[in-house]
């Protein structure tokens, strides 16, 4: 499975920016998709999730600002970020939990985009 991510860059502090990914590869069908992101120093965290079924899983710091949602084309997932701070300057990485058509299962990471807000 591979990830393509889109749409990260630098924002005023009170702006918005758009994160875009999309899997494609051998894929039966994936389980969920998400955001994660990672800043100097810190572990990875979770920023939102999203599954099949459409259920939604947002870390308690973006409730309110973010919105992630499926979009097209096939499997692609959309991280809305709105009313962005400098605390949420980090590397965001795309994620996903799919199965193939070999029945395998894959967990996969996109190479990451910087979000730099400045206050």
């Known amino acids: 499975v591979q990830l393509v991510e889109s749409g990260g860059g630098l924002v005023q502090a009170g702006g918005s920016l758009r994160l875009s990914c999309t899997a494609s590869?051998?894929?039966?069908?994936?389980?969920?998709m998400g955001w994660y992101r990672r800043t100097p120093g810190k572990q990875l965290e979770l920023v939102a999730t999203?599954?099949?079924?459409?259920?939604?899983n947002y870390a308690d710091s973006v409730k309110g600002r973010f919105t992630i949602y499926r979009d097209s084309p096939e499997n692609t997932v959309i991280l809305q970020m709105n009313s962005l701070k400098p605390e949420n300057t980090a590397v965001y990485y795309c994620?996903?939990?799919?199965?193939?058509?070999?029945?395998?299962?894959?967990?996969?990471w996109g190479q990451g985009t910087q979000v730099t807000v400045s206050s």
């Open positions: 590869g051998s894929i039966y069908s994936i389980n969920s």
């Open positions: 999203i599954t099949s079924a459409g259920r939604t």
């Open positions: 994620n996903s939990d799919s199965e193939l058509l070999n029945s395998d299962s894959a967990d996969a």
